[in-house]
């Protein structure tokens, strides 16, 4: 137990350093979203997920967090998943990006307790997708662990969102480093911004 403790401590702290850190800068509003596909889970299932067809429904929701089985991007995952209804009927789809491995996002997706399997997740291995949006990773360091005890042996992105517009555009960028936004803020304004979207209102 001391030892699953010190690693969550060991994740809060990383993180919080990393938001004190010089970043680099994230992709700023009416750029045109890098498009990408890549391996996701939905529900415990790998799928390949392609923005370029997620955008053929309408805009998307992108958002970029650290790692699975962490505090905040835990409580990230519960409130997109509590909130996907809402998302839903402004006709947004929601994916998360992290550099978790596909098996730790297969047990993130499915639990009942964070994606609850109502959205997917997808894995940036190698943060490439996160370096296309201006995204730089930052290392794990040894001894961190999971809330469930697992060690964490991937790099973190920093917990950023992007809502992007049918036609590819960047319309909102959302971030937690230069905004101070909570896990949870980033699923509220994105909501908002989707919403306005979908009433044919000028996004904030």
Do not use: W
Not at 87 to 103: E, K, Y
Not at 142 to 157: E, K, S
Not at 171 to 192: C, F, M, N, Y
């Amino acid at each position: 137990m001391k030892k699953r403790y010190a690693g969550l401590a060991a994740v809060s702290a990383l993180l919080a350093a990393s938001m004190a850190m010089p970043a680099m800068a994230a992709l700023k509003t009416g750029t045109t979203a890098p498009d990408f596909t890549a391996v996701a889970s939905r529900a415990g299932k790998d799928f390949t997920f392609s923005l370029k067809q997620a955008l053929k429904k309408g805009p998307v929701v992108l958002y970029f967090y650290p790692s699975a089985f962490t505090g905040g991007c835990d409580l990230e995952a519960h409130t997109f998943a509590t909130n996907k209804a809402r998302f839903d009927a402004a006709g947004a789809t929601i994916i998360g990006v992290s550099a978790d491995s596909i098996q730790r996002l297969n047990a993130f997706s499915s639990d009942p307790k964070y994606c609850a399997g109502k959205f997917p997740v997808a894995s940036d291995s190698d943060g490439k997708i996160a370096a296309s949006y201006d995204l730089k990773t930052i290392a794990a360091q040894p001894g961190m662990n999971d809330v469930r005890g697992v060690a964490i042996d991937h790099a973190f992105i920093p917990r950023t969102t992007f809502v992007i517009a049918r036609d590819g555009r960047i319309i909102a960028t959302l971030s937690s480093e230069t905004d101070h936004l909570r896990p949870d803020q980033h699923v509220t304004k994105s909501l908002a911004i989707v919403q306005q979207i979908k009433a044919g209102k000028k996004a904030p």
